[in-house]
């Protein structure tokens, strides 16, 4: 069994700082791409950024310049910085990740997410 346990959510007001990490755990051989995506009340799951294995990224045009993904490969734990926060970043974060396990599945697994609030 895989899991990822996201932490670091929290209240801030505008234009401050938040970090998030996410850690993966389990029977896990390796892991390819990991993210970060969001879903705020009344609207659909988004991806916020992504970052492969050998950590090219790809940003929502929302956040690009603001926030910052990261990962450290040998804890299989990803990062998400953000920086000048803006209420319209409020909402649930959640970390993903696509993990090939050490019983030979390729599987896609979501953490319950972490909610993040930016007060204006």
């Known amino acids: 069994q895989v899991q990822l346990v996201e932490s670091g959510g929290g209240l801030v007001q505008a234009g401050g700082s938040l970090g998030l990490s996410c850690a993966a755990s389990g029977r896990i051989y390796s892991i390819s791409a990991m993210g970060w995506y969001r879903q705020a009340p009344g609207k659909q799951r988004e991806l916020v950024a992504r970052i492969t294995s050998l950590g090219g990224t790809n940003y929502a045009n929302s956040v690009k310049g603001r926030f910052a993904i990261s990962r450290d490969n040998a804890k299989n734990t990803v990062y998400l910085q953000m920086n000048s926060l803006k209420p319209e970043d409020t909402a649930v974060y959640y970390c993903?990740?696509?993990?090939?396990?050490?019983?030979?599945?390729?599987?896609?697994?979501w953490g319950r997410g972490t909610q993040v609030t930016v007060s204006s």
């Open positions: 993903n990740a696509d993990v090939f396990t050490s019983d030979y599945r390729d599987i896609i697994i």
